[in-house]
């Protein structure tokens, strides 16, 4: 069956994350758009993830647990678990690898963490945004040594993507799927990128704000909606 997806999505965790992004807010935005299945991928984090994950439940959304990475070369990349421990367990991973610089909420905003009911249970005190230790080469293998999958994130950006850093997507980077934010790129990616041709091509919102959040457009052949069989979709 055809599901309605989008997975990549920030809550108010992620520094750059409106406040309104709260995990009840941006799970009912999802289901009245008409998605079926999210993903939560907040920057080099997965802490909101448990309480997404809740509301979806309650309200019949699938909710996805993730991380949008930033990897050694500035390059993001989004993560995908198939269950909140293993999501959880490559979160500490991410902190152990990454630049601690104190954030600064008046520049950046707040790096909250939420419960199911939206009450705020913590604040995370390093900035979020900087670049992990993880090179690009090496995301795909360590993620998948987690339990989950990894692929580049909007890599027809001209800032922050696999292509506008390295200019090409290296076969040895083990990437199965890439992601777009503009779907109707792909023709002339695919002519100058002919690796494309062999990968699964996604397109989501990345969605910061609740206006930014995608109607339901975008579709995956799934045997059933569950995490794991979009990750195996995917893969």
């Keep these: 069956m055809k599901y309605y997806y989008d997975l990549h999505i920030h809550s108010c965790l992620s520094p750059c994350g ?72 490559w979160d500490e991973y991410v902190d152990s690898h990454r630049i601690k610089v104190k954030n600064r909420p008046e520049i950046f905003g707040r790096q909250v963490i939420m419960n199911s009911n939206d009450e705020e249970t913590g604040e995370i005190e390093h900035l979020l945004l900087p670049a992990t230790e993880i090179g690009i080469m090496d995301a795909h293998r360590i993620v998948g040594e987690f339990g989950g999958i990894c692929y580049p994130a909007h890599i027809d950006r001209d800032s922050l993507s696999i292509l506008s850093v390295l200019g090409e997507i290296d076969e040895s980077c083990g990437f199965t799927t890439a992601e777009l934010a503009d779907i109707s790129k792909l023709p002339q990616l695919k002519q100058q990128h002919p690796i494309l041709e062999k990968m699964n091509i996604i397109t989501c919102s990345d969605a910061h704000y609740l206006q930014n959040m995608r109607e339901a457009e975008n579709t995956l052949e799934l045997k059933e909606l569950t995490a794991q069989c979009v990750l195996e979709a995917l893969s």
């Design 18 to 89: 409106d406040m309104d992004m709260t995990p009840n807010n941006l799970v009912n935005m999802a289901k009245l758009l008409g998605l079926d299945v999210i993903a939560l991928t907040d920057h080099n984090t997965s802490r909101n993830c448990e309480a997404a994950i809740e509301v979806g439940r309650e309200i019949g959304l699938l909710v996805i647990p993730g991380m949008e990475l930033t990897t050694a070369e500035d390059i993001h990349a989004v993560c995908l678990f198939p269950d909140l421990e293993k999501a959880l367990k």
